[in-house]
């Protein structure tokens, strides 16, 4: 019987699925699945590795797997799959506030990881124009605020941080990104954020 999985990611340019591996034994990190016959999946691979995957992502013909607990003190993981059944891995993330990404966020060259690293708690923004050799940039958050999830477009992030609630970040220098409004209520526990596609409405589960 396989782990038991965290989340989904599906290839834009192919018909391929991710799947992240959320137990830590036996160690599998992602598998990937052919679903050009919907009504019957076929896995194709299994990605392993030690440590807690808890997110996915696919850009292109790469593959980002975020990790929790790993030994070796890497938040996040890079494949390429251009042949999805094969994957090759890549590069990943590590130092200052990268050895855990609970959450991860791709938007252009830009991965954003929702640091657990100890007290860390801030959103780091990495460059992956070269998913081989990621390059930090800068990190955002709220003091002693615990982040969960982000979504960024156009050089605005929303950060949920569980119980202090959500806040918006200016993040379109990535070197230099700023705090916003912070958004606290009662009873916070902000597991994620959205906004509706007019940007008016921000949608939040607890």
Not at 2 to 31: K, L, Q
Not at 104 to 128: E, K, N, P, R
Request: glycine share 10%.
């Amino acid at each position: 019987e396989e782990p038991e999985a965290s989340d989904i990611a599906v290839s834009t340019s192919s018909d391929v699925v991710a799947m992240g591996g959320f137990s830590i034994d036996p160690g599998v990190r992602a598998w990937l699945y052919d679903v050009s016959n919907p009504a019957i999946p076929q896995k194709i691979a299994t990605i392993y590795g030690e440590g807690r995957s808890t997110d996915v992502e696919i850009r292109g013909d790469v593959l980002w797997v975020s990790t929790e607990s790993d030994p070796d003190r890497h938040g996040a993981y890079s494949y390429d799959i251009t042949d999805p059944a094969a994957p090759v891995a890549l590069g990943s993330l590590s130092g200052a506030g990268l050895e855990e990404c609970h959450t991860i966020w791709l938007d252009g060259a830009l991965l954003y990881c929702a640091s657990t690293d100890g007290t860390d708690g801030f959103i780091h923004l990495v460059d992956v124009s070269d998913p081989a050799v990621p390059v930090a940039k800068g990190a955002v958050g709220i003091p002693d605020g615990q982040v969960h999830d982000m979504y960024v477009k156009d050089g605005l992030a929303v950060g949920s941080f569980l119980w202090e609630g959500f806040a918006f970040f200016d993040v379109s220098d990535p070197m230099n990104p700023t705090l916003g409004t912070v958004v606290d209520y009662d009873g916070a526990f902000t597991h994620n954020a959205w906004p509706s596609a007019d940007g008016n409405t921000l949608f939040t589960t607890d």
